[in-house]
Structures are given as C-alpha cells and as structure tokens.
C-alpha cells in the first residue's frame, strides 16, 4: 500500500493506494489528517480491509477483470432472453457498413473485389439512396445474394425476381 501527500486549502490530505497484479493503482481511502493524531491508527486498517474486499469480489489477479462466466451467471433468465433478442435483431438488420465488418471485410478488401477506389466504397456506405446494381454488387463482393423482398399489411411477403436480369446491364 502507498500514501499519496496532498494539501486542499491548506490542509493535509492523505490518499492510499495499491497495486492490484496487474499493476493497475486501486484508490483505497482518503481523508484530512488534520489534527488526527490516531488518523493512521485508523486509516490503514480501513485500507488493509477494502483491498482485501476488492481482492474478494472476484476479480482474476492475473487480468485484474472478472471472468464472462461469473458475470452471466449472475444475469436472470429474462434477462438472458432480452440480451438473446436483442442480438438476432441486430444481426437482421445492419447498415452497409455493419454488414461489411461483420464479414471481417476492409473498405480495401471491398474495393478490390469491385475495381473501384477505397474512397468509392465509403460513399456507397454513407449513401441512403443508391442504385438496385450497386446493391446487388456490394452484397455479392461480400459472397452474399441480394433478395429484395415486398411485404404487406396482410401478412403477405412477395419475393421480387426481375433484378435478378440486371447482371451486366445499367438501370
């Protein structure tokens, strides 16, 4: 444990602290020493019992971090479900950037397979509107079909076939 020595308007400040083994500094206690003449008396122990409280609370002495399997199985069911859905909906709807990265794909990488500039794929990512062929290519670049599919207030879905007769022709 150390001692950090400071003043705050004129008064003794005393901070302890340890190194947990990663060496990360674990701020324990402070107080004004002032006219405290049992203030280490008092302090130290205080400290001694906070670092062993940390060191307790299960915390992996060589990462310094709690294992992911401590920290779900502390999670409630529901909460489990919640995190569950939350997840397949993400991984359902993703921006192009989004699907790109979680292809582990670089703009780089993208620009090569189309024969295009780097700068030429950020702004297909960046654009809100683009043509139905630049889609398809991207999603194909990435080893993906592009389907474009209608849905309708009754339920009812239409799988929309005639962009697939676009290969190699312009819209």
């Known amino acids: 444990m150390r001692e950090l020595r400071v003043q705050s308007g004129g008064a003794p400040i005393r901070i302890f602290y340890a190194f947990d083994p990663r060496r990360t500094a674990i701020l324990l206690i402070g107080g004004d020493k002032t006219g405290g003449d049992r203030f280490y008396d008092e302090m130290i122990p ?29 999670i409630s069911p529901e909460r489990r479900a919640r995190n569950r859905d939350a997840t397949e909906r993400m991984l359902r709807e993703m921006t192009l950037h989004e699907l790109r990265q979680a292809r582990e794909q670089s703009q780089q990488d993208l620009a090569r397979e189309l024969k295009v500039g780097q700068p030429a794929v950020a702004k ?25 599919t209608a849905r309708f207030p009754d339920g009812a879905s239409v799988t929309i076939t005639n962009f697939g007769e676009l290969a190699g022709s312009p819209e």
Request: no cysteine; charged share 30%.
């Open 124 to 148: 297909m990512e960046r654009r809100a509107d683009m043509y139905v062929s630049n889609l398809r290519r991207y999603v194909e670049a990435l080893g993906g079909t592009l389907e474009i």
């Open 46 to 74: 205080t400290a001694d019992r906070l670092y062993d409280a940390y060191q307790a609370r299960g915390v992996d002495p060589m990462s310094g971090h709690r294992s992911f399997d401590t920290l779900r199985a502390k």
